[in-house]
C-alpha cells in the first residue's frame, strides 16, 4: 500500500497544527509532528490533544522524541540522518531516518541501521530548501534500488508528480507545505491520496 505522510511545516501555532490535523487525518496514513522549536512538553500536549480528539496512536510519528513515543504508544518516531537509533530498533515503533544519497541510505538500511522505512529528498526545488538544487528522480531511483526497506519521497510533491516518485519505486510520498500550507488542506489531502490510489491500481495490473 502506498502511503500519504504529512508534516508539520514549523510555520504554524499548536492551534492551527492542531485543528489542520484532525481535518485531514482520515486522507493521510502519518502524521508526523516535526516541530524542533517546540518543547518536549509542548509536543506531548499537542499530540495528547490529537488523540483525545479521536486520531489513531498508530497514524502519528514524532520526530527524534523517543521518549515521547512511548509514553502515548505512537506509531513511530522520524530520526535525523545522523541519529545513531540502535537502541530503539527492538521497540515496538516504526524507525524512520531521513537520507540524501544512495550511500548513506544503504547504511541505514532495515538489516543494517534498523531504519523501517527512509525519507529521501528534496526530490523536486521547494521553498523550504532555498537555493539548494533538487536532487531528482534519478537520485531517487537510485536510493529505492540502493536498500531493502521502504523510501519516502520528500521536497516540492505535488499531486501532479506523485506518479513520477512512484515510478521510481518509492513507497509513497511525504508532503509538507503541499498540505498544511494549502487554502484548503482537506482538498490537497485528498488529490493527493488520489493520486496514490491511481499509482496503486496502475501497479496492480502489471
Request: net charge positive; proline share 4%.
Amino acid at each position: 500500500m502506498l502511503e500519504l505522510h504529512a508534516l508539520s511545516t514549523g510555520r504554524q501555532s499548536l492551534e492551527k497544527w492542531l485543528n489542520i490535523s484532525l481535518k485531514i487525518h482520515n486522507y493521510v496514513n502519518y502524521l508526523h509532528l516535526r516541530e524542533k522549536n517546540w518543547t518536549t512538553h509542548q509536543k506531548l500536549e499537542a499530540i495528547e490533544q490529537l488523540l483525545k480528539a479521536g486520531v489513531p496512536e498508530k497514524k502519528i510519528i514524532v520526530n527524534n522524541e523517543p521518549m515521547v513515543a512511548e509514553k502515548l504508544h505512537l506509531a513511530g518516531v522520524h530520526f535525523p540522518e545522523r541519529t545513531n537509533i540502535e537502541l530503539y530498533k527492538k521497540r515496538d515503533w516504526r524507525l524512520g531516518r531521513s537520507v540524501h544519497d544512495s550511500i548513506t541510505a544503504k547504511e541505514k538500511d532495515t538489516t543494517k541501521d534498523g531504519a523501517d522505512y527512509l525519507f529521501f529528498g528534496h526530490v523536486f526545488e521547494t521553498e523550504s530548501k532555498p537555493g539548494l538544487p533538487a536532487r531528482g528522480l534519478v537520485h531517487l531511483k537510485n536510493v529505492v534500488e540502493s536498500v531493502s526497506c521502504p523510501v519516502i519521497a520528500i521536497g516540492g510533491i505535488t499531486p501532479k508528480n506523485v506518479a513520477s516518485c512512484i515510478a521510481t519505486g518509492a513507497a509513497g510520498v511525504a508532503v509538507m507545505s503541499g498540505i498544511y500550507d494549502a487554502n484548503d488542506p482537506i482538498s490537497k489531502a485528498k488529490a493527493y491520496q488520489r493520486a496514490l490510489e491511481k499509482d496503486e491500481k496502475h501497479e496492480e495490473k502489471l
